[in-house]
Every structure is written in C-alpha cells, then in structure tokens.
C-alpha cells in the first residue's frame, strides 16, 4: 500500500505512539489524517482533522466511521494500562483493558473495514504488544488483553483478505512514551514505532516486530515457559 495519497485515520493522536504515526503519514504524503482522541481539544498538529472518538463507546465508533467515510488506512493505536491484577484488583478495572484492546480495537475493525473495503481496499494496523506473549506481576490485565487482540488480529486479518483489506499486527517493548512513566527500563523512541509500522505497510506485511526485545519474546514460546521466566525470578 502507498502512504502517499492515503486517507489515514489514527486513534490516540494527542500523545505517545500515536502522536508519531499522525507525523510520520503527513511527511510521507497522506492526502488526509484523521487525528482521533477522546478530548480532541488535545490534539495540537497542523495539518489534520481532528475528530472525537471513544473507541469503547459504540455510538462514537459509528459516528466517525460515518465522518471519516474515505479512510483506506486505519492505525488503532489508542489504549490504556491499568496495571491491574488479574486476581485482587476490581473486575472493572481489569474489564477496562478488555474494553478498550479487545472490544474497543474490534469494533474499529468492523466498523472501518467496509469504508475500506468501499474505497478500494487498504490497510488496517492493530498496535500490540511484547506483552501479546508474556506477562509480569502488574500486568495481567493489559497482557490478557492484548493476548485477546493478538489472535483477533490474526482473525479478522483472514477474513478481510478476500475483501482487499491488509491487516497488520505491531508489536513492541517498552516506548518513551506517557503510559510508561516511571518504567526505569530500556525504552525505545517511540517515532521508531511509526517509522517501522508505516514501513511495513507500505510492504504489505501481516506483522511488524519492531525492537529485539520483542523478538526475543517471541521466539521464547516454542521452549519451556519456565526457562523464560526464570530470568524475572519466578
């Protein structure tokens, strides 16, 4: 797919990850970018249109799938981390990562691909994460969720073939990003996020491994899950 002359609709465009994207499509030609977010009044970047939108809310779904009705790229980049536990926490707090990854994500997907579809076909990139295949204390709501967005992904991306529709799993470690203030780990930048994704679909690829860490996670799952989670002293 050509970035340029695209029509690209991103969600979670006031910060982080998302900010990036919508940078990224307008340097490399989009005739138009929807920047999304659930207060449009923080989204600061010239040269879009800025729309409301919650993607756990279905009636705000619908109305930009009914706005943004020439979208051929959709980035579902918005998301939470609640850093619930999956055992002690509120149900509701750990039913919010659900909500918004799985859920959320999902009804994006089927509300954006016939306006693909329609337009010719396109691309649509779910951006996952390293923790789709493992977890750590405090992140057993977000994991479980994005686990559950990973397979939906891998779903959804077989029944959109025949309808022209590429779809794309990104997956990533820790960015420098809001979300992961605090984090004192390895952190990449997180226009390094973009850069790689919007390389991929412009390759047409089915998934984008972005940093090492990523990398090595995944190619953990076909060993021993013991020996992989010894190294966090479990």
């Given amino acids: 797919m050509d970035i340029a002359g695209s029509v690209a609709l991103v969600t979670g465009s006031n910060r982080g990850i998302g900010r990036r994207f919508v940078t990224q499509l307008l340097e490399r030609g989009a005739a138009k970018v929807y920047a999304t977010a659930r207060r449009p009044e923080l989204v600061d970047i010239e040269g879009v249109e800025v729309l409301p939108l919650d993607i756990t809310d279905q009636a705000s779904v619908t109305a ?45 997907v089927r509300a954006f691909a016939p306006v693909i579809e329609r337009n010719g076909g396109g691309t649509i990139v779910n951006v996952l994460s390293a923790l789709s295949w493992f977890a750590y204390p405090g992140s057993g709501g977000y ?33 420098d990003t809001d979300i992961m203030a605090g984090y004192e780990g390895q952190m990449i930048d997180p226009m390094e996020v973009a850069i790689a994704s919007l390389d ?27 020996a992989f989670y010894a190294q966090f002293g479990i």
Avoid: C, Y
């Fill in 64 to 108: 930009a799938a009914e706005r943004a009705g020439d979208v051929t790229l959709l980035i579902n980049n918005a998301g939470i981390a609640t850093q619930s536990s999956l055992l002690t926490d509120d149900l509701e707090t750990v039913r919010r990562e659900m909500d918004t990854h799985f859920w959320g994500n999902l009804s994006m």
């Fill in 143 to 175: 994991a479980a969720a994005k686990a559950a967005e990973w397979n939906m992904t891998n779903a959804v991306r077989l029944e959109l073939v025949p309808r022209g529709v590429t779809v794309q799993g990104l997956h990533l470690g820790a960015a």
């Fill in 200 to 226: 991929g679909v412009q390759r047409d690829a089915a998934e984008v491994v972005v940093d090492e860490w990523s990398a090595l996670v995944k190619a953990s799952l076909a060993a021993d899950p013991a």
